[in-house]
């Protein structure tokens, strides 16, 4: 009783057993009934050809009108019955009597005994359909204990009809599944971290050994010191971006509403705009949240369009009365499969030049932790040729909508 199985099986058990003990008390109040008149008329039709009317009602005797019971010749009325027939009357009633009484207690037997053998049958039965029952949780107990960080592509695959243990079975590979890409992401992101700390530390080594070797003058001095200057501002700023993905991870501590238009036309003036056109659409949206870290996403936002850009191009930045921020630019044509890869830490269009303001590849990947935070929606859609470009809807959740981060 310290499984389920156990528990399962004593419950079947009992419920079946309950079942049988409840048929077998059924049929032998049925049979017991109307087996005193049955075997009365059997033996009378067999026996004399007079009968003579019973003295009186015998208990647990039921007689029928219109059964084989009736005599089959009544005496003349009047007469009264001769010692002959008052014997052969006994004789009968004392025949019935015992042919009923054996007839209850052997089917009294035989029911206790099948009842007896229904009761072990039950009992097995049980156990066995609470195994096969609880099977694909056993298979999912097994599962989960040869779980670990090495081999998270295992799945169940339950092979069952649909029903409730299936869909816990497909869960669970789903969980499972989930539960790998983040680990996948993890182990990504842990290994193109140290690249990018390890590379600013790399320029710095050889800047200082290799530059300041020997005697160097003045102006080679001034340059490696303007090198060694602008690589530790890119560290901090990698630094600053990463620290910035922890927090927005971490979810909110202190929300409130934030007029987003407003945030956005702000964050648009403050942003170099380097000759491109700029279109504006603010309706007035006031969304419920953490506004520095809004402030951080629409920075992104903005600082994206403005990078990735093309000489002559287009910004357009626009808020809707339905809670959405849409920021859309012009630039290199981007292919649709390779938009999703862009929302990941580290992850760039084109490979790393190590130039001056070039991001650590966290832009993207901020702007959708800050979304999750907010229990926002974000979509991101590669722009047509010859424009190219990307396009970034971020749809945040109503008043009357659950925020789930």
Known sequence: MRT????????????????GGGLVALVYVLVGQGLYASVSGAVRTVGPAYAVPSPGPVPGRTLAPGCACEPAKALPSGRPPTAEQLKTYAYTQNLSDAVTDA???????????????????SIWLAWW??????????????????LSGENLDERISLEAPPGELKQLAD?????????????????RFAANAAHELRTPLAVQRAAAEIGLAGDPSPEKVARIRAKLIGVAESSEHLIESLLLLAVSEQGLESTGPVDLAALAAAGLAACPQQGLTVERTFAPLTVTGDRTLLGHLLGNLLANAVRHNRAGGRISVATSADGELTVSNTGPVIAPKDVPGLLEPFRRRAERQHTAGEGAGLGLSIVASIARAHGAE???????????????RVRFPGPDEARTP
């Open 171 to 187: 869960t669970f590979d789903a969980m499972l599944g989930r539960m790998e890409q983040l680990v996948s992401a993890q182990r």
């Open 378 to 392: 974000l979509t991101a859609e590669a722009n047509p040729g010859p424009e190219g470009g990307l396009t970034v």
């Open 129 to 146: 359909m609470a195994g096969r029952v609880l099977r694909p949780v056993g298979v999912i107990t097994e599962t989960a204990r040869r």
């Open 4 to 19: 389920e199985r156990g528990r399962l099986t004593a419950l079947y058990g009992s419920l079946l057993l309950l079942a």
């Open 103 to 121: 007839t209850r207690h052997r089917l009294l037997m035989y029911s206790l005994l099948a009842l007896a053998v229904f009761a072990v049958l």
